[in-house]
């Protein structure tokens, strides 16, 4: 451990990086939460989140995490005894549903392996199978964390379209919001979860769901609500309080405040292009890599990638080894391999998992690059050199390319 002093840095999928600003924005007295500054700052947090999801619907803010969202998502538009479609595509949509299931609603599940998308013809198949149309949601997740694989959310809209069913349609965003574009209004998303600790830069803790018109007509009949998770009373309550069913997360509020505050000064555009422009040089340097030997991309396509996490497999027990190198030599946590081939979910010793979401720039990310480039060449990983020149390349070239 000679080397490990300095500042230590995450490289994993959530939570991410908490930006000095923002920290610095947290460290401060406790507020007045009965009126003046603290009842502005939550409507105008409303307003921006809503300009992140490019959503012009109402929203709702939980002291929470992601799992919090997604039990709030079900219970505000469902009844015990529904259906419900899960698309999976590695492991995320089964923990949505795993809830789904303790809660009394029955869950089929499409799943198309652990490192494709939704296949939208085998989708649109399996709804139009649904004559009765005894499914009530679709539900996905834009960016897999565990396989890393980006869903076609535009796509799964069209297939319920062009199957002419009314189920709504459910997208987890924990991990992709204010990473690549996800258009909550035009790509036709009922209800979309998210969570602050991922794209957002801010400790975890807060939650949210972004609410489309049809799912409050499925509110109405939902007979699985419960007063603290409850849309209406958060949305039209006349009281702040109802806000956040209580005492507001006074803090957190004020980290998002600073969080959105950097991501609109960078402009959404732009903040989807640098993790674009991150992503490409992780996959740049895991192709270098596996020149020689066994390290790869989990998702083959570049099209069907998350720009926020990259999976990335090794020979048996060499992940493992890897991350734990990084973590002991280098202060450097990457993420764990989750397990792709089983419904129960351990840990997997041939991923790991590299999270480039949020506050990142290339010389954070070259420096987890050069970290697992020296666990692989100090482990005797097979693997080829020149993976840190890829990475460096794809930087200054990319930049220089207008957007796309
Ligand atoms: C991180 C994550 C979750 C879970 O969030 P928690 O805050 O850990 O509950 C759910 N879905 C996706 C896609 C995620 O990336």
Known sequence: MILNQGRDHVSIPGPSVIPERVLSAMHRPAPNIYEGEMVDLVNGLFDDLNHVARSSGDAVMYIGNGHAAWEASLTNTLSRGDTVLALVTGRFTRGWTDQAEFMGITVENLDFGPDKPVDLAVLLDALKADKKQRIKAVLTVHTDTASSVCNDIAGIRGALDEAGHPALLMVDCIASLACERFEMDSWGVDVMVAACQKGLMTPPGLCFTFIGKKAWDFYKDANLK????????????????QKFCGTPPTHHLYGLREALDMIIAEGLESVWRRHKILAHAVWAAVDAWGEKGAIQCQVADPAERSLAVTTIKTADGEAAAIRQWCADEAGVTLGVGLDLNTAIGGQSSSLFRIGHMGHLNPPMLMGTLGAADSAMKALGVEHASGAL???????????????D
Not at 226 to 241: C, I, K, M
């Open 389 to 403: 020149d890829a990475a460096s390349q794809v930087l200054a070239r990319m930049v220089a390319v207008p957007a």
């Open 226 to 241: 419960t007063p603290y998770w409850d849309w209406d009373r958060r949305v039209n309550g006349p009281a702040f309080h």
